[in-house]
């Protein structure tokens, strides 16, 4: 498996304001991946971050709103830019490692943010 | 792209029944279907996974099934406890690596003592 940090580990936040999530894994990773969890709802994909490129959005998440850094193997950030009630959610992020004869998928904490 | 459609969305059994959850992908190219169980106010956890190279895979209580040319999978989990109870999700994936996930809506999993 893998040990897997965020923070921070909820917030408050005022509309239009950005608030920017860490990520941090115990060992490298290739692949890492940010989920939004609305309340009471199933996860769905933000972005792919693989290092060294641009991350890869999925329809209907664009790049202004939710920007991804990966700087090294073991650590990335999503921002919510300019933040309304609407992005209130708990936000994921996860890793693939290596399982028996494929990857498999391991989720943070999360990180639970409202928007006032 | 994929599509995962799981049923039902609510299961309240007694302790030490059977419970049995169901999903349906789209998508012919999906090879890896894990299970999640999210308790309130935690991460998911994979409870246990299946590759489309297996018909079945058990872990103690829990077993997976995989029907490949119905395109469809389940959760099967014996002898439930309270303990039990959380929400689970199905996911699918057509990527045998690295593994962008598709999950279901999940079912909130009731076990009564």
Not at chain 1, 43 to 58: D, K, R, W
Not at chain 1, 83 to 91: F, K, V
């Amino acid at each position: 498996s893998a040990v897997i940090s965020q923070k921070p580990s909820r917030d408050i936040c005022q509309r239009g304001t950005s608030l920017t999530i860490q990520c941090q894994v115990d060992s490298q990773v290739t692949m890492m991946f940010w989920y939004r969890q609305q309340p009471g709802q199933s996860l769905t994909l933000i972005a792919t971050a693989n290092q060294g490129s641009e991350a890869t959005y999925e329809s209907g998440f664009v790049i202004d709103k939710f920007p991804i850094s990966r700087p090294n193997l073991t650590f990335s950030t999503l921002t919510v830019s300019n933040m309304s009630p609407e992005d209130s959610s708990i936000y994921l992020c996860s890793v693939d490692k290596p399982g028996q004869g494929a990857y498999e998928q391991y989720f943070g904490p999360g990180t639970r943010l409202t928007v006032t | 792209g994929e599509n995962v459609e799981q049923h039902p969305s609510t299961l309240s059994v007694q302790e030490g029944d059977s419970a049995v959850i169901k999903c349906t992908y789209s998508d012919s190219a999906s090879n890896y279907f894990p299970w999640y169980k999210q308790e309130l106010g935690k991460r998911p956890q994979l409870i246990i996974d299946i590759r489309s190279n297996v018909g079945e895979k058990k872990d103690q209580r829990i077993a997976v099934t995989l029907n490949k040319t119905a395109k469809h999978f389940s959760l099967h989990i014996t002898e439930t406890q309270p303990e039990d109870s959380a929400v689970y999700f199905c996911a699918a994936t057509p990527m045998g690596g690295y593994s962008t996930l598709t999950f279901g809506k999940g079912t909130m999993l009731l076990v009564s003592p």
